[in-house]
């Protein structure tokens, strides 16, 4: 038996905090065990009574079947997450997609192999993947819930399978950790997972960028120039930044959905630990409407972001003597500079960064694994969308 209690956040209704509590039991009830010779014990629970008024009964209904349809993205994206490097694959990744289209009639799968990408001249994610004989895909599921006409809301992943930071090669120490560097992917697939669940009335696409950064004898070189897919060029200084350069082509690629938003979701910088810690996501963002619905969508969910800074001061710091850009910008400001890289592709569009580097994965004993982070915001952004459907009011940058 269990009562409702206020929860921290400046909103407080009985859908939430319904909704909240059968998330937050039915994630805790989530073991990882797949590559264990003993398998955990289940957990199930009986019977889960909440007692709520008469006139709150349909709310608290629609709250249960939200809760356990996120529930189950955050767990999807948590399962990813843990999988180790040598079975998440970047392959792994288009596997999950294509039994994500059986599962559901409303998504439809297509993967771009290397060869694909190579003709288009995706040629920055390509680079990200030349060290390692694992295969680079590009993975593109479309949920049509909507009109045929409506513009869809593209979610764009950092599916990175493993970072080792290629021939920019990171220290040993906590390399395991690298991981999760395809926990951006993961959130987006898990929304998209719940997104169909809950039958939402919009268009959505999510995209992931999938790659696997090792130092092989054809990996990336400092200094190396690439031309991306919106035909500009970039010189790699860095192969440890490697997150940006999946993200780019991939976001250039949304371009062609016509999309009303695009949000990338990504581990993207160390640095962005240093600025706000383990509790919030950084956001940064072309479109203030947007970024607003995102924090605000962040704060009902109990998954919070905080905006940093995307001034044309910052832009500088990429440039290079020897391409359009450089994929670093020194020192300061990291998650900044990162973003100012993907803002030079997202110029079609209102678009979003959620920067889930301090935020995606515990790193601590018992706690160490995914957390499924931002499944939560993603889907309150997607609900929020569907809910203002009959009083459009987009803004237009
Ligand atoms: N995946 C890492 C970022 C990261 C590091 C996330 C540690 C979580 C924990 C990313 O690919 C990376 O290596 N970024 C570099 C960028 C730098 C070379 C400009 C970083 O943050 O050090
Ligand atoms: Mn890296
Ligand atoms: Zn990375």
């Not at 008469?54 to 948590?78: F, H, K, P, Q, W």
């Not at 949304?254 to 910088?269: G, H, M, Q």
Request: hydrophobic fraction near 40%; include cysteine; aromatic fraction near 6%.
């Amino acid at each position: 038996m269990l009562a409702l209690d206020g929860l921290a956040s400046e909103h407080q209704d009985v859908y939430r905090q319904t909704r909240l509590l059968v998330e937050w039991i039915s994630t805790d009830f989530y073991q990882y065990d797949t590559t264990k010779s003993k398998k955990a014990e289940p957990t199930r629970i009986e019977q889960l009574s909440i007692y709520l008024e008469d006139s709150l009964t349909e709310l608290g209904e629609s709250a249960l079947l939200d809760g356990v349809a996120i529930s189950n993205g955050i767990n999807a994206a948590r399962e990813l997450g843990n999988l180790p490097g040598n079975i998440c694959t970047p392959t792994y990744l288009a596997n999950k997609a294509k039994a994500l289209e059986s599962e559901f009639d409303t998504l439809k799968v297509k993967i771009l192999e290397e060869d694909d990408m190579d003709k288009l001249g995706m040629h920055s994610l390509l680079s990200v993947g030349r060290g390692s004989a694992e295969p680079s895909k590009l993975i593109v599921i479309k949920y049509l819930g909507g009109d045929k006409n409506d513009a869809p809301h593209v979610l764009v992943g950092k599916g990175i399978t493993f970072d080792t930071g290629g021939i920019s090669l990171k220290p040993g120490a906590g390399m395991d950790e690298m991981k999760f560097d395809m926990c951006g992917a993961a959130s987006v697939l898990g929304t998209i997972e719940a997104a169909a669940e809950m039958q939402l009335p919009l268009n959505i696409i999510a995209i992931v960028a999938a790659a696997e950064n090792m130092p092989g004898s054809k990996a990336t070189k400092p200094g190396d120039v690439v031309t991306t897919l919106s035909g500009q060029t970039v010189e790699i200084l860095n192969t440890d930044a490697e997150g940006r350069l999946v993200l780019c082509d991939a976001l250039t690629y949304a371009e062609r959905f016509k999309p009303a938003s695009v949000i990338d979701v990504a581990t993207l910088t160390g640095a962005c630990i240093i600025a706000l810690g383990h509790h919030a996501s950084g956001l940064l963002s072309n479109n203030d409407s947007l970024a607003e619905n995102l924090l605000k969508a962040g704060d009902y969910a109990s998954d919070r972001a905080w905006p940093l800074p995307l001034w044309d001061e910052y832009q500088e710091l990429l440039d290079s003597n020897f391409a359009d850009m450089a994929n670093i910008g020194g020192r300061s400001a990291g998650t900044i500079t990162a973003a100012c890289f993907l803002s030079r592709f997202t110029k079609a569009y209102p678009w979003a960064h959620l920067d889930i580097a301090g935020v995606a994965w515990n790193s601590n004993g018992k706690e160490k694994g995914a957390t499924g982070r931002c499944v939560p915001l993603l889907c309150q952004y997607l609900i929020d969308l569907a809910e203002s459907i009959d009083m459009p009011e987009h803004d237009h940058h």
